[in-house]
């Protein structure tokens, strides 16, 4: 373990003078100094003044097997003695790789049998927007360009992934989106339903899916993509009855379905992925995230049947990455794979742990403050409001409480993320019922704390 030398102050410092963050206000962080966090193990990340942090979002949603697991670190370090890098293009493979993406294609839907690796869930994403184009130019259908994604969306933050994405703020810098993206409402019916039966919202979300194909027109359109359940947009779980429609929708009109497993994959549903989970067959779903455990950066998109056998007989695809298939990656992502399987730990989230969190989670629900409290899997949200029965908003800017609550989340030692006012949690998928009583009691003080605040605020 490596203690730094500095103190937090210092570290500090250093990091307001040279560090530019992502998605970050910097002027708002270097006025108050960046928390620094220094190592890690198991479900606990550790900070500069030695605080012991319950890390409730898995890094950033990727730490599946938690932190420390010696062996990965063995895998890497093998792999790099025996070959650091070498690339992929020009005819040329090397064991990782090949490895790597024979066992991923053994586990996903049997449909799915090649994998295009990548860097990241955005560069997976950028690849998905060309090879679906690309798809349609090789079917003789070069007019069919149109992707349809949806509002509050979050593909990634490269071009075209902030583009697929319905994010507003990420839009409105840097002339975003690029052509040929069209989004259509979000299947969210706690912020969006207002009276409606969930079952029925869900229906009229998908639907929207067919009027934009029909206004569009159906020989323009080449692809829908959605994330099983939305993460960055606030753990947004569809109605039971929105992924069969929008499914029917697709094969009906010959449409590729895109399904972005970025967070949903490896485990994190309880399923290997949410397409599995909502009985979905996606044509390509990129990946990243829980693929490595975040242990090293990398993505890829898995590619469907249909589309592969497109692509094998097209010509060249003139699109890659130096780091496509990067072997030192692909050796964590690989030992990755083996500890999921060995640990079972899709099959856990979905039969033991769960549940169990999900049970606790929902007893949040009766505080006075949450006007729903909903999980799938082990990636949950609480929708902060000061009036239950009727789902109003604050009295303040959207955002204001939920960053209040975030803040004190972390003076209990516990990490949550805020999403306007939903809390968000994905936590490691090994975290045990001792830790989840943990969670959950930090949670509950959380919004004790948030409460009496927003009351003496006069935020309600
Ligand atoms: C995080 C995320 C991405 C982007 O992945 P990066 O590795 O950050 O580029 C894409 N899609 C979804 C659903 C994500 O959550």
């Not at 560090?19 to 108050?32: C, E, I, M, Q, R």
């Not at 029917?248 to 949903?264: F, K, M, N, S």
């Not at 990398?298 to 072997?327: C, K, M, Q, W």
Request: charged share 20%; aromatic share 8%; glycine share 12%.
């Amino acid at each position: 373990m490596t203690t730094p030398l500095l103190s937090t102050a210092e570290l500090q410092a250093l990091d307001a003078a040279h560090h530019v963050h992502p998605f970050t206000d910097t002027g708002a962080l270097n006025s108050k100094g960046s928390r620094i966090i220094t190592r890690a193990e198991g479900v606990y990340v550790y900070d500069s003044d030695g605080n012991r942090i319950l890390d409730g979002m898995a890094g950033l949603w990727c730490v599946g097997i938690g932190y420390g697991r010696e062996e990965v670190v063995e895998a890497v370090a093998a792999q790099m003695r025996e070959l650091p890098y070498y690339n992929t293009f020009f005819q040329t493979s090397h064991p990782p790789a090949l490895a790597l993406a024979a066992e991923l294609t053994r586990i996903t839907p049997a449909h799915i049998n090649h994998v295009f690796f990548t860097g990241s869930g955005s560069e997976a994403n950028d690849t998905v927007v060309r090879m679906v184009r690309h798809y349609w130019a090789l079917q003789g259908q070069p007019e069919r360009q149109i992707i349809i994604a949806r509002k509050n969306a979050y593909h990634g933050s490269t071009m075209a992934g902030a583009s697929l994405g319905g994010m507003s703020a990420l839009h409105a810098q840097g002339g975003l989106p690029i052509p040929g993206i069209h989004h259509i409402n979000q299947p969210y019916w706690y912020g969006e339903g207002g009276d409606t039966d969930p079952a029925a919202f869900g229906l009229a979300r998908a639907r929207e899916l067919e009027q934009a194909i029909q206004t569009l027109g159906a020989d323009k359109v080449a692809a829908f993509i959605g994330e099983p359940v939305q993460g960055a947009g606030g753990v947004v779980i569809p109605p039971g009855s929105y992924w069969p429609e929008i499914q029917r929708i697709c094969d009906e009109y010959g449409i590729l379905l895109v399904a972005d497993e970025v967070i949903t994959g490896f485990g994190r549903t309880g399923a290997w992925f949410g397409a599995d989970y909502y009985g979905i067959t996606p044509d390509l779903m990129p990946i990243a995230k829980g693929l490595s455990s975040g242990y090293l950066p990398i993505g890829g998109v898995l590619v469907g049947d249909r589309v592969f056998d497109a692509l094998a007989d097209g010509g060249e695809f003139f699109h890659g990455f130096t780091y496509s298939g990067h072997p030192a990656t692909c050796a964590a992502a690989l030992k990755v794979l083996e500890i999921l399987q060995r640990e079972q730990l899709p099959a856990r989230v979905k039969n033991h742990i769960g549940p169990y969190l999900q049970r606790r989670w929902r007893e949040l629900g009766e505080h006075p403050l949450i006007g729903e409290a909903r999980m799938v899997g082990l990636m949950g949200a609480l929708e902060l409001t000061p009036d239950k029965a009727g789902r109003a908003p604050f009295k303040v800017p959207k955002g204001t409480v939920g960053l209040l609550c975030r803040e004190n989340s972390f003076s209990n030692h516990l990490i949550m993320r805020h999403v306007g006012d939903t809390m968000i949690i994905a936590p490691p998928l090994v975290i045990t019922d001792a830790e989840v009583d943990e969670l959950i009691e930090k949670a509950r003080l959380t919004l004790d704390q948030t409460y009496t605040q927003v009351k003496q605020l006069g935020y309600c």
